[in-house]
Each structure stands twice: as C-alpha cells, then as structure tokens.
C-alpha cells in the first residue's frame, strides 16, 4: 500500500474537482459552439453520407470499365489415358495424350461500343456525384439561413419579452399606487403571456432548424450549437433567360442525362454488333500408338433460332427512357429557376420597402407611444399595438433578407452555379 504525503492529499483534493469541472465546461463550450458558413460547408463535404454514398458510384463505374476492356480467357483442354491397339494390329499397349488451347476472339465493333458505353456510364456516375454534392451545398446553405433566422427570431422575441414584461410590472406598479385601474394589469399579462407562447414556439423551430442541419453534416454538431453571420446582402441582377441557358449548359444532371442517352446508344450498338457471333480458334496436340497429329480448328456459331430481339428491344427502351427523362428534367428546371427568380424579387422588393422607410416609421411609431404611455397620453392597449407591429415589422425583416438568401442558394442549386 502506498502512502501519500498529507500536501499531496490536499493538493489532489483541491486540483481534481477543479480539473473535473473544467472537462464539463471545456464539453459544454464545445457543444454550444458556434459556426460559420464556411466551417458548416467544409464538414459536409467531409462527413455527409449522401456524398459518400454518391462516390462509391465512381468506384463502380471504374470497375465495369475495367471490366469492359478486358479479354475473353482462353481454355486449355488435357486428355490422357492408357489404350491399347485391337489384337489384328499386334495387341500393343501404350500412353494416348492430347491437349487442346482454345481462345475466343471478340468481334471488334462490339467490343469497341461495350467500352464506350462503359465510359459514358463511369462519366454518368461522377456527374452523379457532382449533382450531389451541388445538393449538398445548397441544402446546407437553406439549413444554416433557416437556423440563422431562427435565431434572430428567438433573440427578438426574447428581447420583446423582456420590454413586455418590465412594462408589466409598472403598470402593476401604478395599479397598486390607484394611478390606473386594474384592467390594465389583466391586459399587461395577457400581452406577456402571449409573448412567451411566440417564444416558445421559436425555441422549438429553434431546435428542428439546428436537427437539420445537423443532419447534413454527418450528426457531429450535437444539440446546442449555433450559427453566426450573417443573411446575403448584395442583390444580384436575376436574368431569367441568361439562367436557364446556364443550367442547360452545366448542370450536372443534365450531363448525366446526356451521358446515359449516350451510354444506351453504345449499348444498342453492343447488341447489334452481338449477332456476329464469337470465333473461336483453337490447336490441337494428340499422340497415339502409331499416330501423332498436330492440328487447328475454327468453331463458329451460327445464330440461327435467336438474333437477341430480346436484349435489342431493352437497349432500345433504356435510350427512351433517359431521353424522356431529359425532357422531364429540363422542364422541371426551368420551372424551379423561374419560381426561385420570382421569389427572389419578391424578397428584394420587400426588402426594398422595408429599407426605405418602414423601419424607421415603426420603430419611431413605438418610440412615440412609449413615451406617450409614460406621460399618461396612451393608453397600454396602443404602446401594446404598437410594440406588436415594431416586433412584427422586424420579424418579416429577418424573413424577407432569409428568403432571398435561400433563393439565391436554391438558383444555384438549379443553375449548377457556386457562389
């Protein structure tokens, strides 16, 4: 048994809590952290399963090219016994052996459209990948201005609280001294208490923005951190035209669907080509008593019952598939783009009205009746209204700069175009 020193006893004693509560604030800290835009794109990239999943598609891809360029295997047939001759010929016994090496050769045009219809799908696959990482970035953008404007939310309506809640307690104040009647009391805690159930409501929209975000970065954020920054604030000119020619040029869906029309192309091709059968050549050694016979052979089927209808008629319907659902992808982008643009102005002409003077009007408004409820001039009933509409004016604010900010980030979404 070790026996330790009555300072060291008292040292461990004093530095152990210590130690232990700084891990718990260390933890803490870490938990309620807050990140940028910046910091919430770089962890999705890294950790987000969608991506992942979307790169293991290349991997494939690159195995069935390696698989379309590859060579039919030959084949090495042995044959070894004892025999012995019939006894008219001297009833002789010997070692009968023979080896046949046989070697499938391709008909060129086949395997040349299987390889090309094997590097349009790997190039598919990573436009797969680049689409989804285009999905990622701007899921994470829409979630981190969602989790932003909750926030901002949750602030205004904590600081309304708190101003609702002083001017509570002096109307209680000038209840109590016969100065107003009571009436005003009830109608001071109706406003708190409603104040508190909008406060309540933004915690939990609070909690579902931080949840879905968490969720794009891979679940490595916990329950209580946050966001810091800031809403998009350049306007931008949105010319609906100049974007739909953009997304038609480079969305990575739309090469996706271009490289899998090219890819069933290719396939129509292989299965056409198919009806010329495989030639195998193949060399004979065969060793008998008396004989010894060194020889070639050509076998060459001949598709006589079956000329792959079968397998034509698929590779035909794959091609108007993905050019049905070119024309389907196209139209649904447009449609998103022209939706999104809308949107977009809508949210700068609010943003505009706001900026111009609606602020300033409202928060001049309460300043007004604030001060006239002070003096006696207003009654509670009108600073309650007009605290209300200041509160509101600021809310559709924070609403309006976030909507614009998801648009733009749902343009590059559709567009295919990072900013």
């Excluded at 009108?382 to 343009?411: G, K, P, T, W």
Aim: glycine share 6%; net charge neutral.
């Amino acid at each position: 048994m070790v026996h330790l020193p009555p300072r060291t006893l008292f040292l461990a004693g004093v530095l152990l809590p210590a130690l232990l509560t700084g891990t718990v604030v260390l933890a803490q800290v870490q938990e309620s952290r807050s990140y940028r835009l910046e910091e919430m794109i770089g962890m999705a990239l890294q950790n987000n399963p969608g991506l992942q999943e979307a790169a293991s598609l290349v991997t494939r891809g690159q195995g069935l090219k390696t698989t379309a360029s590859a060579y039919p295997n030959p084949s090495i047939d042995g044959t070894f016994g004892p025999g012995r001759t019939r006894e008219s010929l001297g009833n002789t016994h010997f070692f009968e052996r023979g080896i046949t090496v046989s070697q499938p050769l391709e008909w060129p045009g086949m395997r040349q459209a299987r390889q090309r219809a094997a590097e349009a799908g790997l190039a598919g696959f990573e436009a797969t990948v680049a689409a989804t990482r285009l999905n990622v970035l701007a899921d994470v953008k829409i979630a981190f201005y969602q989790l932003l404007l909750a926030q901002r939310n949750a602030q205004l309506i904590t600081e309304a609280l708190a101003i609702v809640q002083d001017f509570h307690r002096s109307v209680k104040a000038r209840v109590d001294a016969g100065q107003a009647r009571p009436f005003e009391t009830l109608k001071a805690n109706v406003e708190v208490q409603k104040v508190g159930n909008d406060l309540n409501h933004a915690q939990h929209t609070l909690i579902v923005a931080r949840s879905r975000l968490n969720a794009l970065t891979g679940g490595l954020l916990g329950k209580n951190f946050g966001v810091q920054g800031d809403f998009v604030s350049s306007r931008r000119e949105l010319n609906l035209e100049d974007l739909i020619a953009s997304a038609m040029e480079q969305h990575p869906t739309v090469h996706r669907v271009r490289k899998e029309i090219e890819r069933a192309g290719h396939s129509i091709v292989q299965e056409r080509q198919s009806l010329i059968p495989f030639v195998t050549v193949s060399g004979l050694f065969h060793q008998e008593a008396a004989e010894t016979a060194y020889l070639a052979r050509l076998s060459v089927p001949i598709p006589l019952w079956y000329r792959r209808q079968g397998e034509i008629t698929v590779a035909l319907s794959a091609k108007q598939r993905a050019e049905a659902e070119q024309v389907r992808m196209q139209n649904e982008l447009v449609s998103a783009i022209t939706e999104s643009v809308e949107e977009a102005h809508a949210a700068q002409d609010q943003l505009e009205v706001f900026e111009k003077g609606l602020l300033k009007q409202t928060e001049e408004t309460l300043r007004i009746a604030k001060i006239s409820f002070q003096q006696g001039a207003a009654s509670l009933l009108e600073f309650i209204d007009a605290q209300r509409v200041h509160r509101q004016m600021l809310l559709e604010y924070a609403q309006a700069r976030a909507n614009l900010s998801v648009e733009l980030a749902r343009l590059e979404r559709w567009t295919g175009e990072i900013r």
